[in-house]
């Protein structure tokens, strides 16, 4: 297998667009974060790195990425494929603090890793990917709105909220991409009475696939329907203009995994998460 590294998007696209079409859900991090950095949308100084496999005849047969100082998220992967990616991203990217994957991927990766660096890994977290069905829009008071830039402060209140409630890092960067997602308009409301009850936003859409995420209520609100109402909100919404729709939910949190089936979402892939040290 030949690898080739890039930093940046335009090319990565290119070189990986038919390999990518194949299967769009299955990569729909790996799209949106693509199209996200050729619009505009990331913000950060670090340097993107995306990564490609090829076989012998130049084919593209795996890919995988590390972007705005996260860990490495890899897409699909030819057998024994993750060895190799974790060797070429060693070189250019040692400082990586974890990797997300399908689960066979990832453990591997991981071991190549603990390997080479002689450290630890342990399992982080397991996250659940959902397809929209048959949308049922539950029956909840209140209706969708878009936010807009008078709305720039509390959709970062709650935004690092979900973070912290998430167990995850909020780095310097995000309130700049979370400022520039609202002025994209991806960013939405569910309204009650004139008030905002919950949060929800949806990454760009790309090769007809928009992914829904974050979704977020202040713990005062919950229990009241709201996160279903503006999840189904905005999915419909995503629908009416030709979209397909998906999510993620943490494996351990059976209340969103209940919540997103309720409105119609269907598991489709299961990834894991190791952190390393």
Not at 8 to 13: G, P, Q, T, V
Not at 97 to 120: K, N
Not at 211 to 238: E, H, K, N
Request: hydrophobic share 40%.
């Amino acid at each position: 297998m030949r690898i080739e590294i890039t930093t940046d998007a335009a090319e990565f696209r290119a070189r990986t667009e038919s390999f990518l079409l194949r299967d769009p859900l299955r990569h729909t991090v790996i799209t949106s974060s693509v199209a996200g950095h050729i619009a505009g949308l990331v913000s950060g100084t670090s340097t993107p790195r995306f990564l490609s496999l090829h076989a012998e005849d130049g084919a593209v047969a795996g890919v995988a990425m590390r972007v705005q100082d996260r860990d490495v998220y890899l897409g699909e992967l030819p057998h024994k494929g993750a060895g190799e990616v974790a060797d070429a991203l060693a070189e250019v990217e040692p400082e990586a603090a974890g990797v997300e994957g399908l689960v066979g991927d990832a453990t591997e990766f991981a071991e190549r890793w603990s390997a080479r660096f002689d450290i630890g890994f342990h399992e982080s977290y397991r996250a659940r990917l959902y397809r929209l069905g048959v949308l049922r829009v539950p029956d909840v008071p209140g209706a969708l709105r878009r936010a807009t830039e008078s709305d720039t402060e509390l959709c970062l209140e709650w935004s690092e909220a979900m973070y912290a409630d998430g167990g995850m890092t909020w780095l310097p960067t995000e309130s700049d991409t979370i400022r520039r997602r609202v002025g994209a308009g991806q960013l939405w409301f569910w309204e009650r009475d004139g008030q905002p009850v919950s949060l929800a936003a949806h990454q760009i859409p790309v090769y007809k696939w928009s992914r829904i995420g974050l979704v977020y209520t202040p713990s005062a609100l919950r229990g009241r329907g709201y996160a279903s109402a503006v999840t189904a909100g905005l999915a419909q919404d995503l629908r009416s203009d030709g979209l397909d729709v998906c999510l993620f939910a943490d494996v351990a949190n059976r209340t969103a995994g209940k919540i997103y089936q309720a409105i119609g979402f269907h598991p489709t892939h299961e990834f894991v998460h190791h952190t390393f040290g």
